[in-house]
């Protein structure tokens, strides 16, 4: 069973994790636990994202470099967008996985940080 969780005012420890990979159906995977991210899991799942990210980035490079050329060809610009597709994939999963984890402050905490109130 796939549980996700949309209760913003749940602590972040308790909030389940989305992961940055899938299970075999392709549906996504959510780590429940209240390890505040010290567990062997967590920590992988970090290492993953830190992968994701820095691929994304050389993926970014390699497409300006392509893109700057002047003479890619249909295939190789077909490629590209495929794995651009892919990448953009997983960087929108990491955003969603530390979004959900962020702490989000009731109305009455952000008006007492407001300033001249």
Same mark, same amino acid.
């Given at each position: 069973m796939i549980y996700e969780s949309h209760d913003t005012t749940a602590p972040t420890a308790t909030r389940p994790r989305l992961l940055p990979w899938s299970n075999l159906d392709?549906?996504?995977?959510?780590l429940i636990t209240d390890d505040t991210g010290t567990s062997r899991l967590s920590r992988m799942a970090d290492d993953v994202e830190a992968v994701q990210l820095g691929m994304a980035g050389d993926l970014l490079d390699h497409a300006a470099d392509l893109l700057g050329d002047g003479r890619a060809t249909a295939p190789q610009l077909r490629f590209l967008? *495929? @794995? *651009?597709?892919? !990448?953009l994939h997983d960087v929108h @999963?990491?955003? @969603? !996985?530390r979004g959900a984890r962020l702490s989000i402050p009731d109305d009455d905490d952000v008006l007492e940080e407001s300033p001249g109130t």
């Open positions: 392709g549906n996504p995977c959510y967008a *495929l @794995r *651009l597709t892919e !990448s @999963r990491v955003a @969603r !996985s």
